[in-house]
């Protein structure tokens, strides 16, 4: 059985990306967004492949990915700060 504060974390990973996707739909509903509905796990699971990857000694990740999720990934798993990513969406 998983922890409980493994299991916290997971959740919070969850809200935290199912939280940004709302913010995103509400403050730009006209632009196209390819958003994680369907792919929620997707976020927790990058971030246990690259903590596990950090683990093994891996320095260097090179990551491509479709649109699908590719904001969350970007601001829930690689950190990038969420004014740079909402200034870039608003152009």
Do not use: W, Y
Request: proline share 4%; charged share 25%.
């Amino acid at each position: 059985e998983t922890p409980a504060p493994s299991r916290r974390a997971l959740l919070d990973r969850l809200l935290n990306a199912e939280t940004l996707e709302k913010f995103l739909g509400v403050t730009f509903p006209a632009h196209k967004r390819f958003g994680l509905e369907g792919c929620e796990a997707l976020v927790p699971g990058m971030h246990a492949l690259f903590q596990r990857a950090v683990e093994l000694g891996v320095a260097h990740v090179e990551l491509g990915m479709a649109h699908r999720g590719r904001l969350n990934i970007l601001s829930n798993i690689l950190q990038k700060d969420k004014a740079t990513l909402l200034s870039e969406m608003d152009g």
